[in-house]
């Protein structure tokens, strides 16, 4: 179990980012990275025990980090339409007017980092 510890760290050091981030760009970055340290994780452990990927425990677990998978990108979704059109009532007549006095700027969308599109290599 000794070469998950990383892993396993790294996930868990994510999801406290997520939990103490104060702003939304803040916990989209740390949601992201938890996504990935994830992913490296389930890697690492069907590399680490074969026998575990033929396990219905295993499969189980992987149909569920899928679900998951997909309720974040349902979510992340619904956050750019959101922010959308959150964006534009800020730039728009008599919004911009009420967001020029109140402070209110434009949000960023989420976008994935270029880095979420490869998959993470795992070196015992």
Known sequence: MAKLVKPE???????KKYSDSNNT???VKAL???SKSLNVLVGS???AYPNLASSNTMHDLIVQ???????ISV?????NRVAREYNNQV?????????GMTGHQKINYFSAD???QKAPSVNF
């Open 91 to 99: 730039v728009k007549f008599p919004g911009s007017i009420v967001a």
């Open 75 to 79: 979510e992340r979704n619904k956050y």
């Open 45 to 47: 452990i069907k590399e």
């Open 65 to 71: 980090m899928e679900g998951t998978e997909n309720r």
């Open 114 to 116: 270029t880095s979420a």
């Open 25 to 27: 760009n803040d916990k």
């Open 9 to 15: 760290r790294n996930t868990i050091i994510h999801r």
């Open 32 to 34: 992201d990275e938890q």
